[in-house]
């Protein structure tokens, strides 16, 4: 996705997406091919904004390369994988998450107050908005489809290890399920456990096993499988 008119049609596509029962599979839904009449639509409303001067071609193609290229899930797992090579930053990024996700230069709308949550052996952590969809952009980029989903704002805090398990995650009965509600004024990113075998990578190469799904909570970060293409 690298132009305005395909940005403005996938965005056309989400708000327009209902909520899949099964939502393992809601992800696979936004990744279907946009309906052409959908298509023109977006081109019209696309070209009307312009000619009213209500959008700016060049911000827009702007907007559409930072939360791309900059923003997205990339900034959250660079965040993780310091905190998993160096104790001290993972110790104030608990403590003061603003604060030590400054330090590497993250922050800003929708991302000034977060609060880092670890999971652990004895832990796993689950984040939901149940109101809406409030979300740390500038660590995640772009939430979702999914995420902004009925089913999953709602079952996420009635059957928390029942919609783990539709993304794949099975837990021990004696692991505890901990859900975090996001507000407007406080959004939350899932630390996952740093994975077994792991030890001997870089801090760059660690960044690249942690999703946006598992700082969501409903994965967990792995190690590729051997003779997976990377």
Known sequence: MGTRREFLTVAAAAAGATAAPDLAHAEAHDHQSVPSDLALRTKSLESLLVEKGLVDPAALDVMVDAYEHKIGPRNGARVIARAWVDPSYKQRLLADGPAALKELGYGGAQGEDTLVVENTPRVHNLVVCTLCSCYPWPLLGLPPVWYKTAPYRSRAVI?????????????????????????????????????????QMSEEALAALVTRDAMIGVAKAALPQKGARL
Not at 171 to 199: H, K
């Open 159 to 199: 059957d928390p290890r029942g919609v783990l398990a539709e993304f794949g995650v099975t837990l021990a009965d004696d692991i505890e399920v901990r859900v975090w509600d996001s507000t407007a004024e406080l959004r939350y990113l899932v630390m996952p456990e740093r994975p077994a075998g792991s030890e």
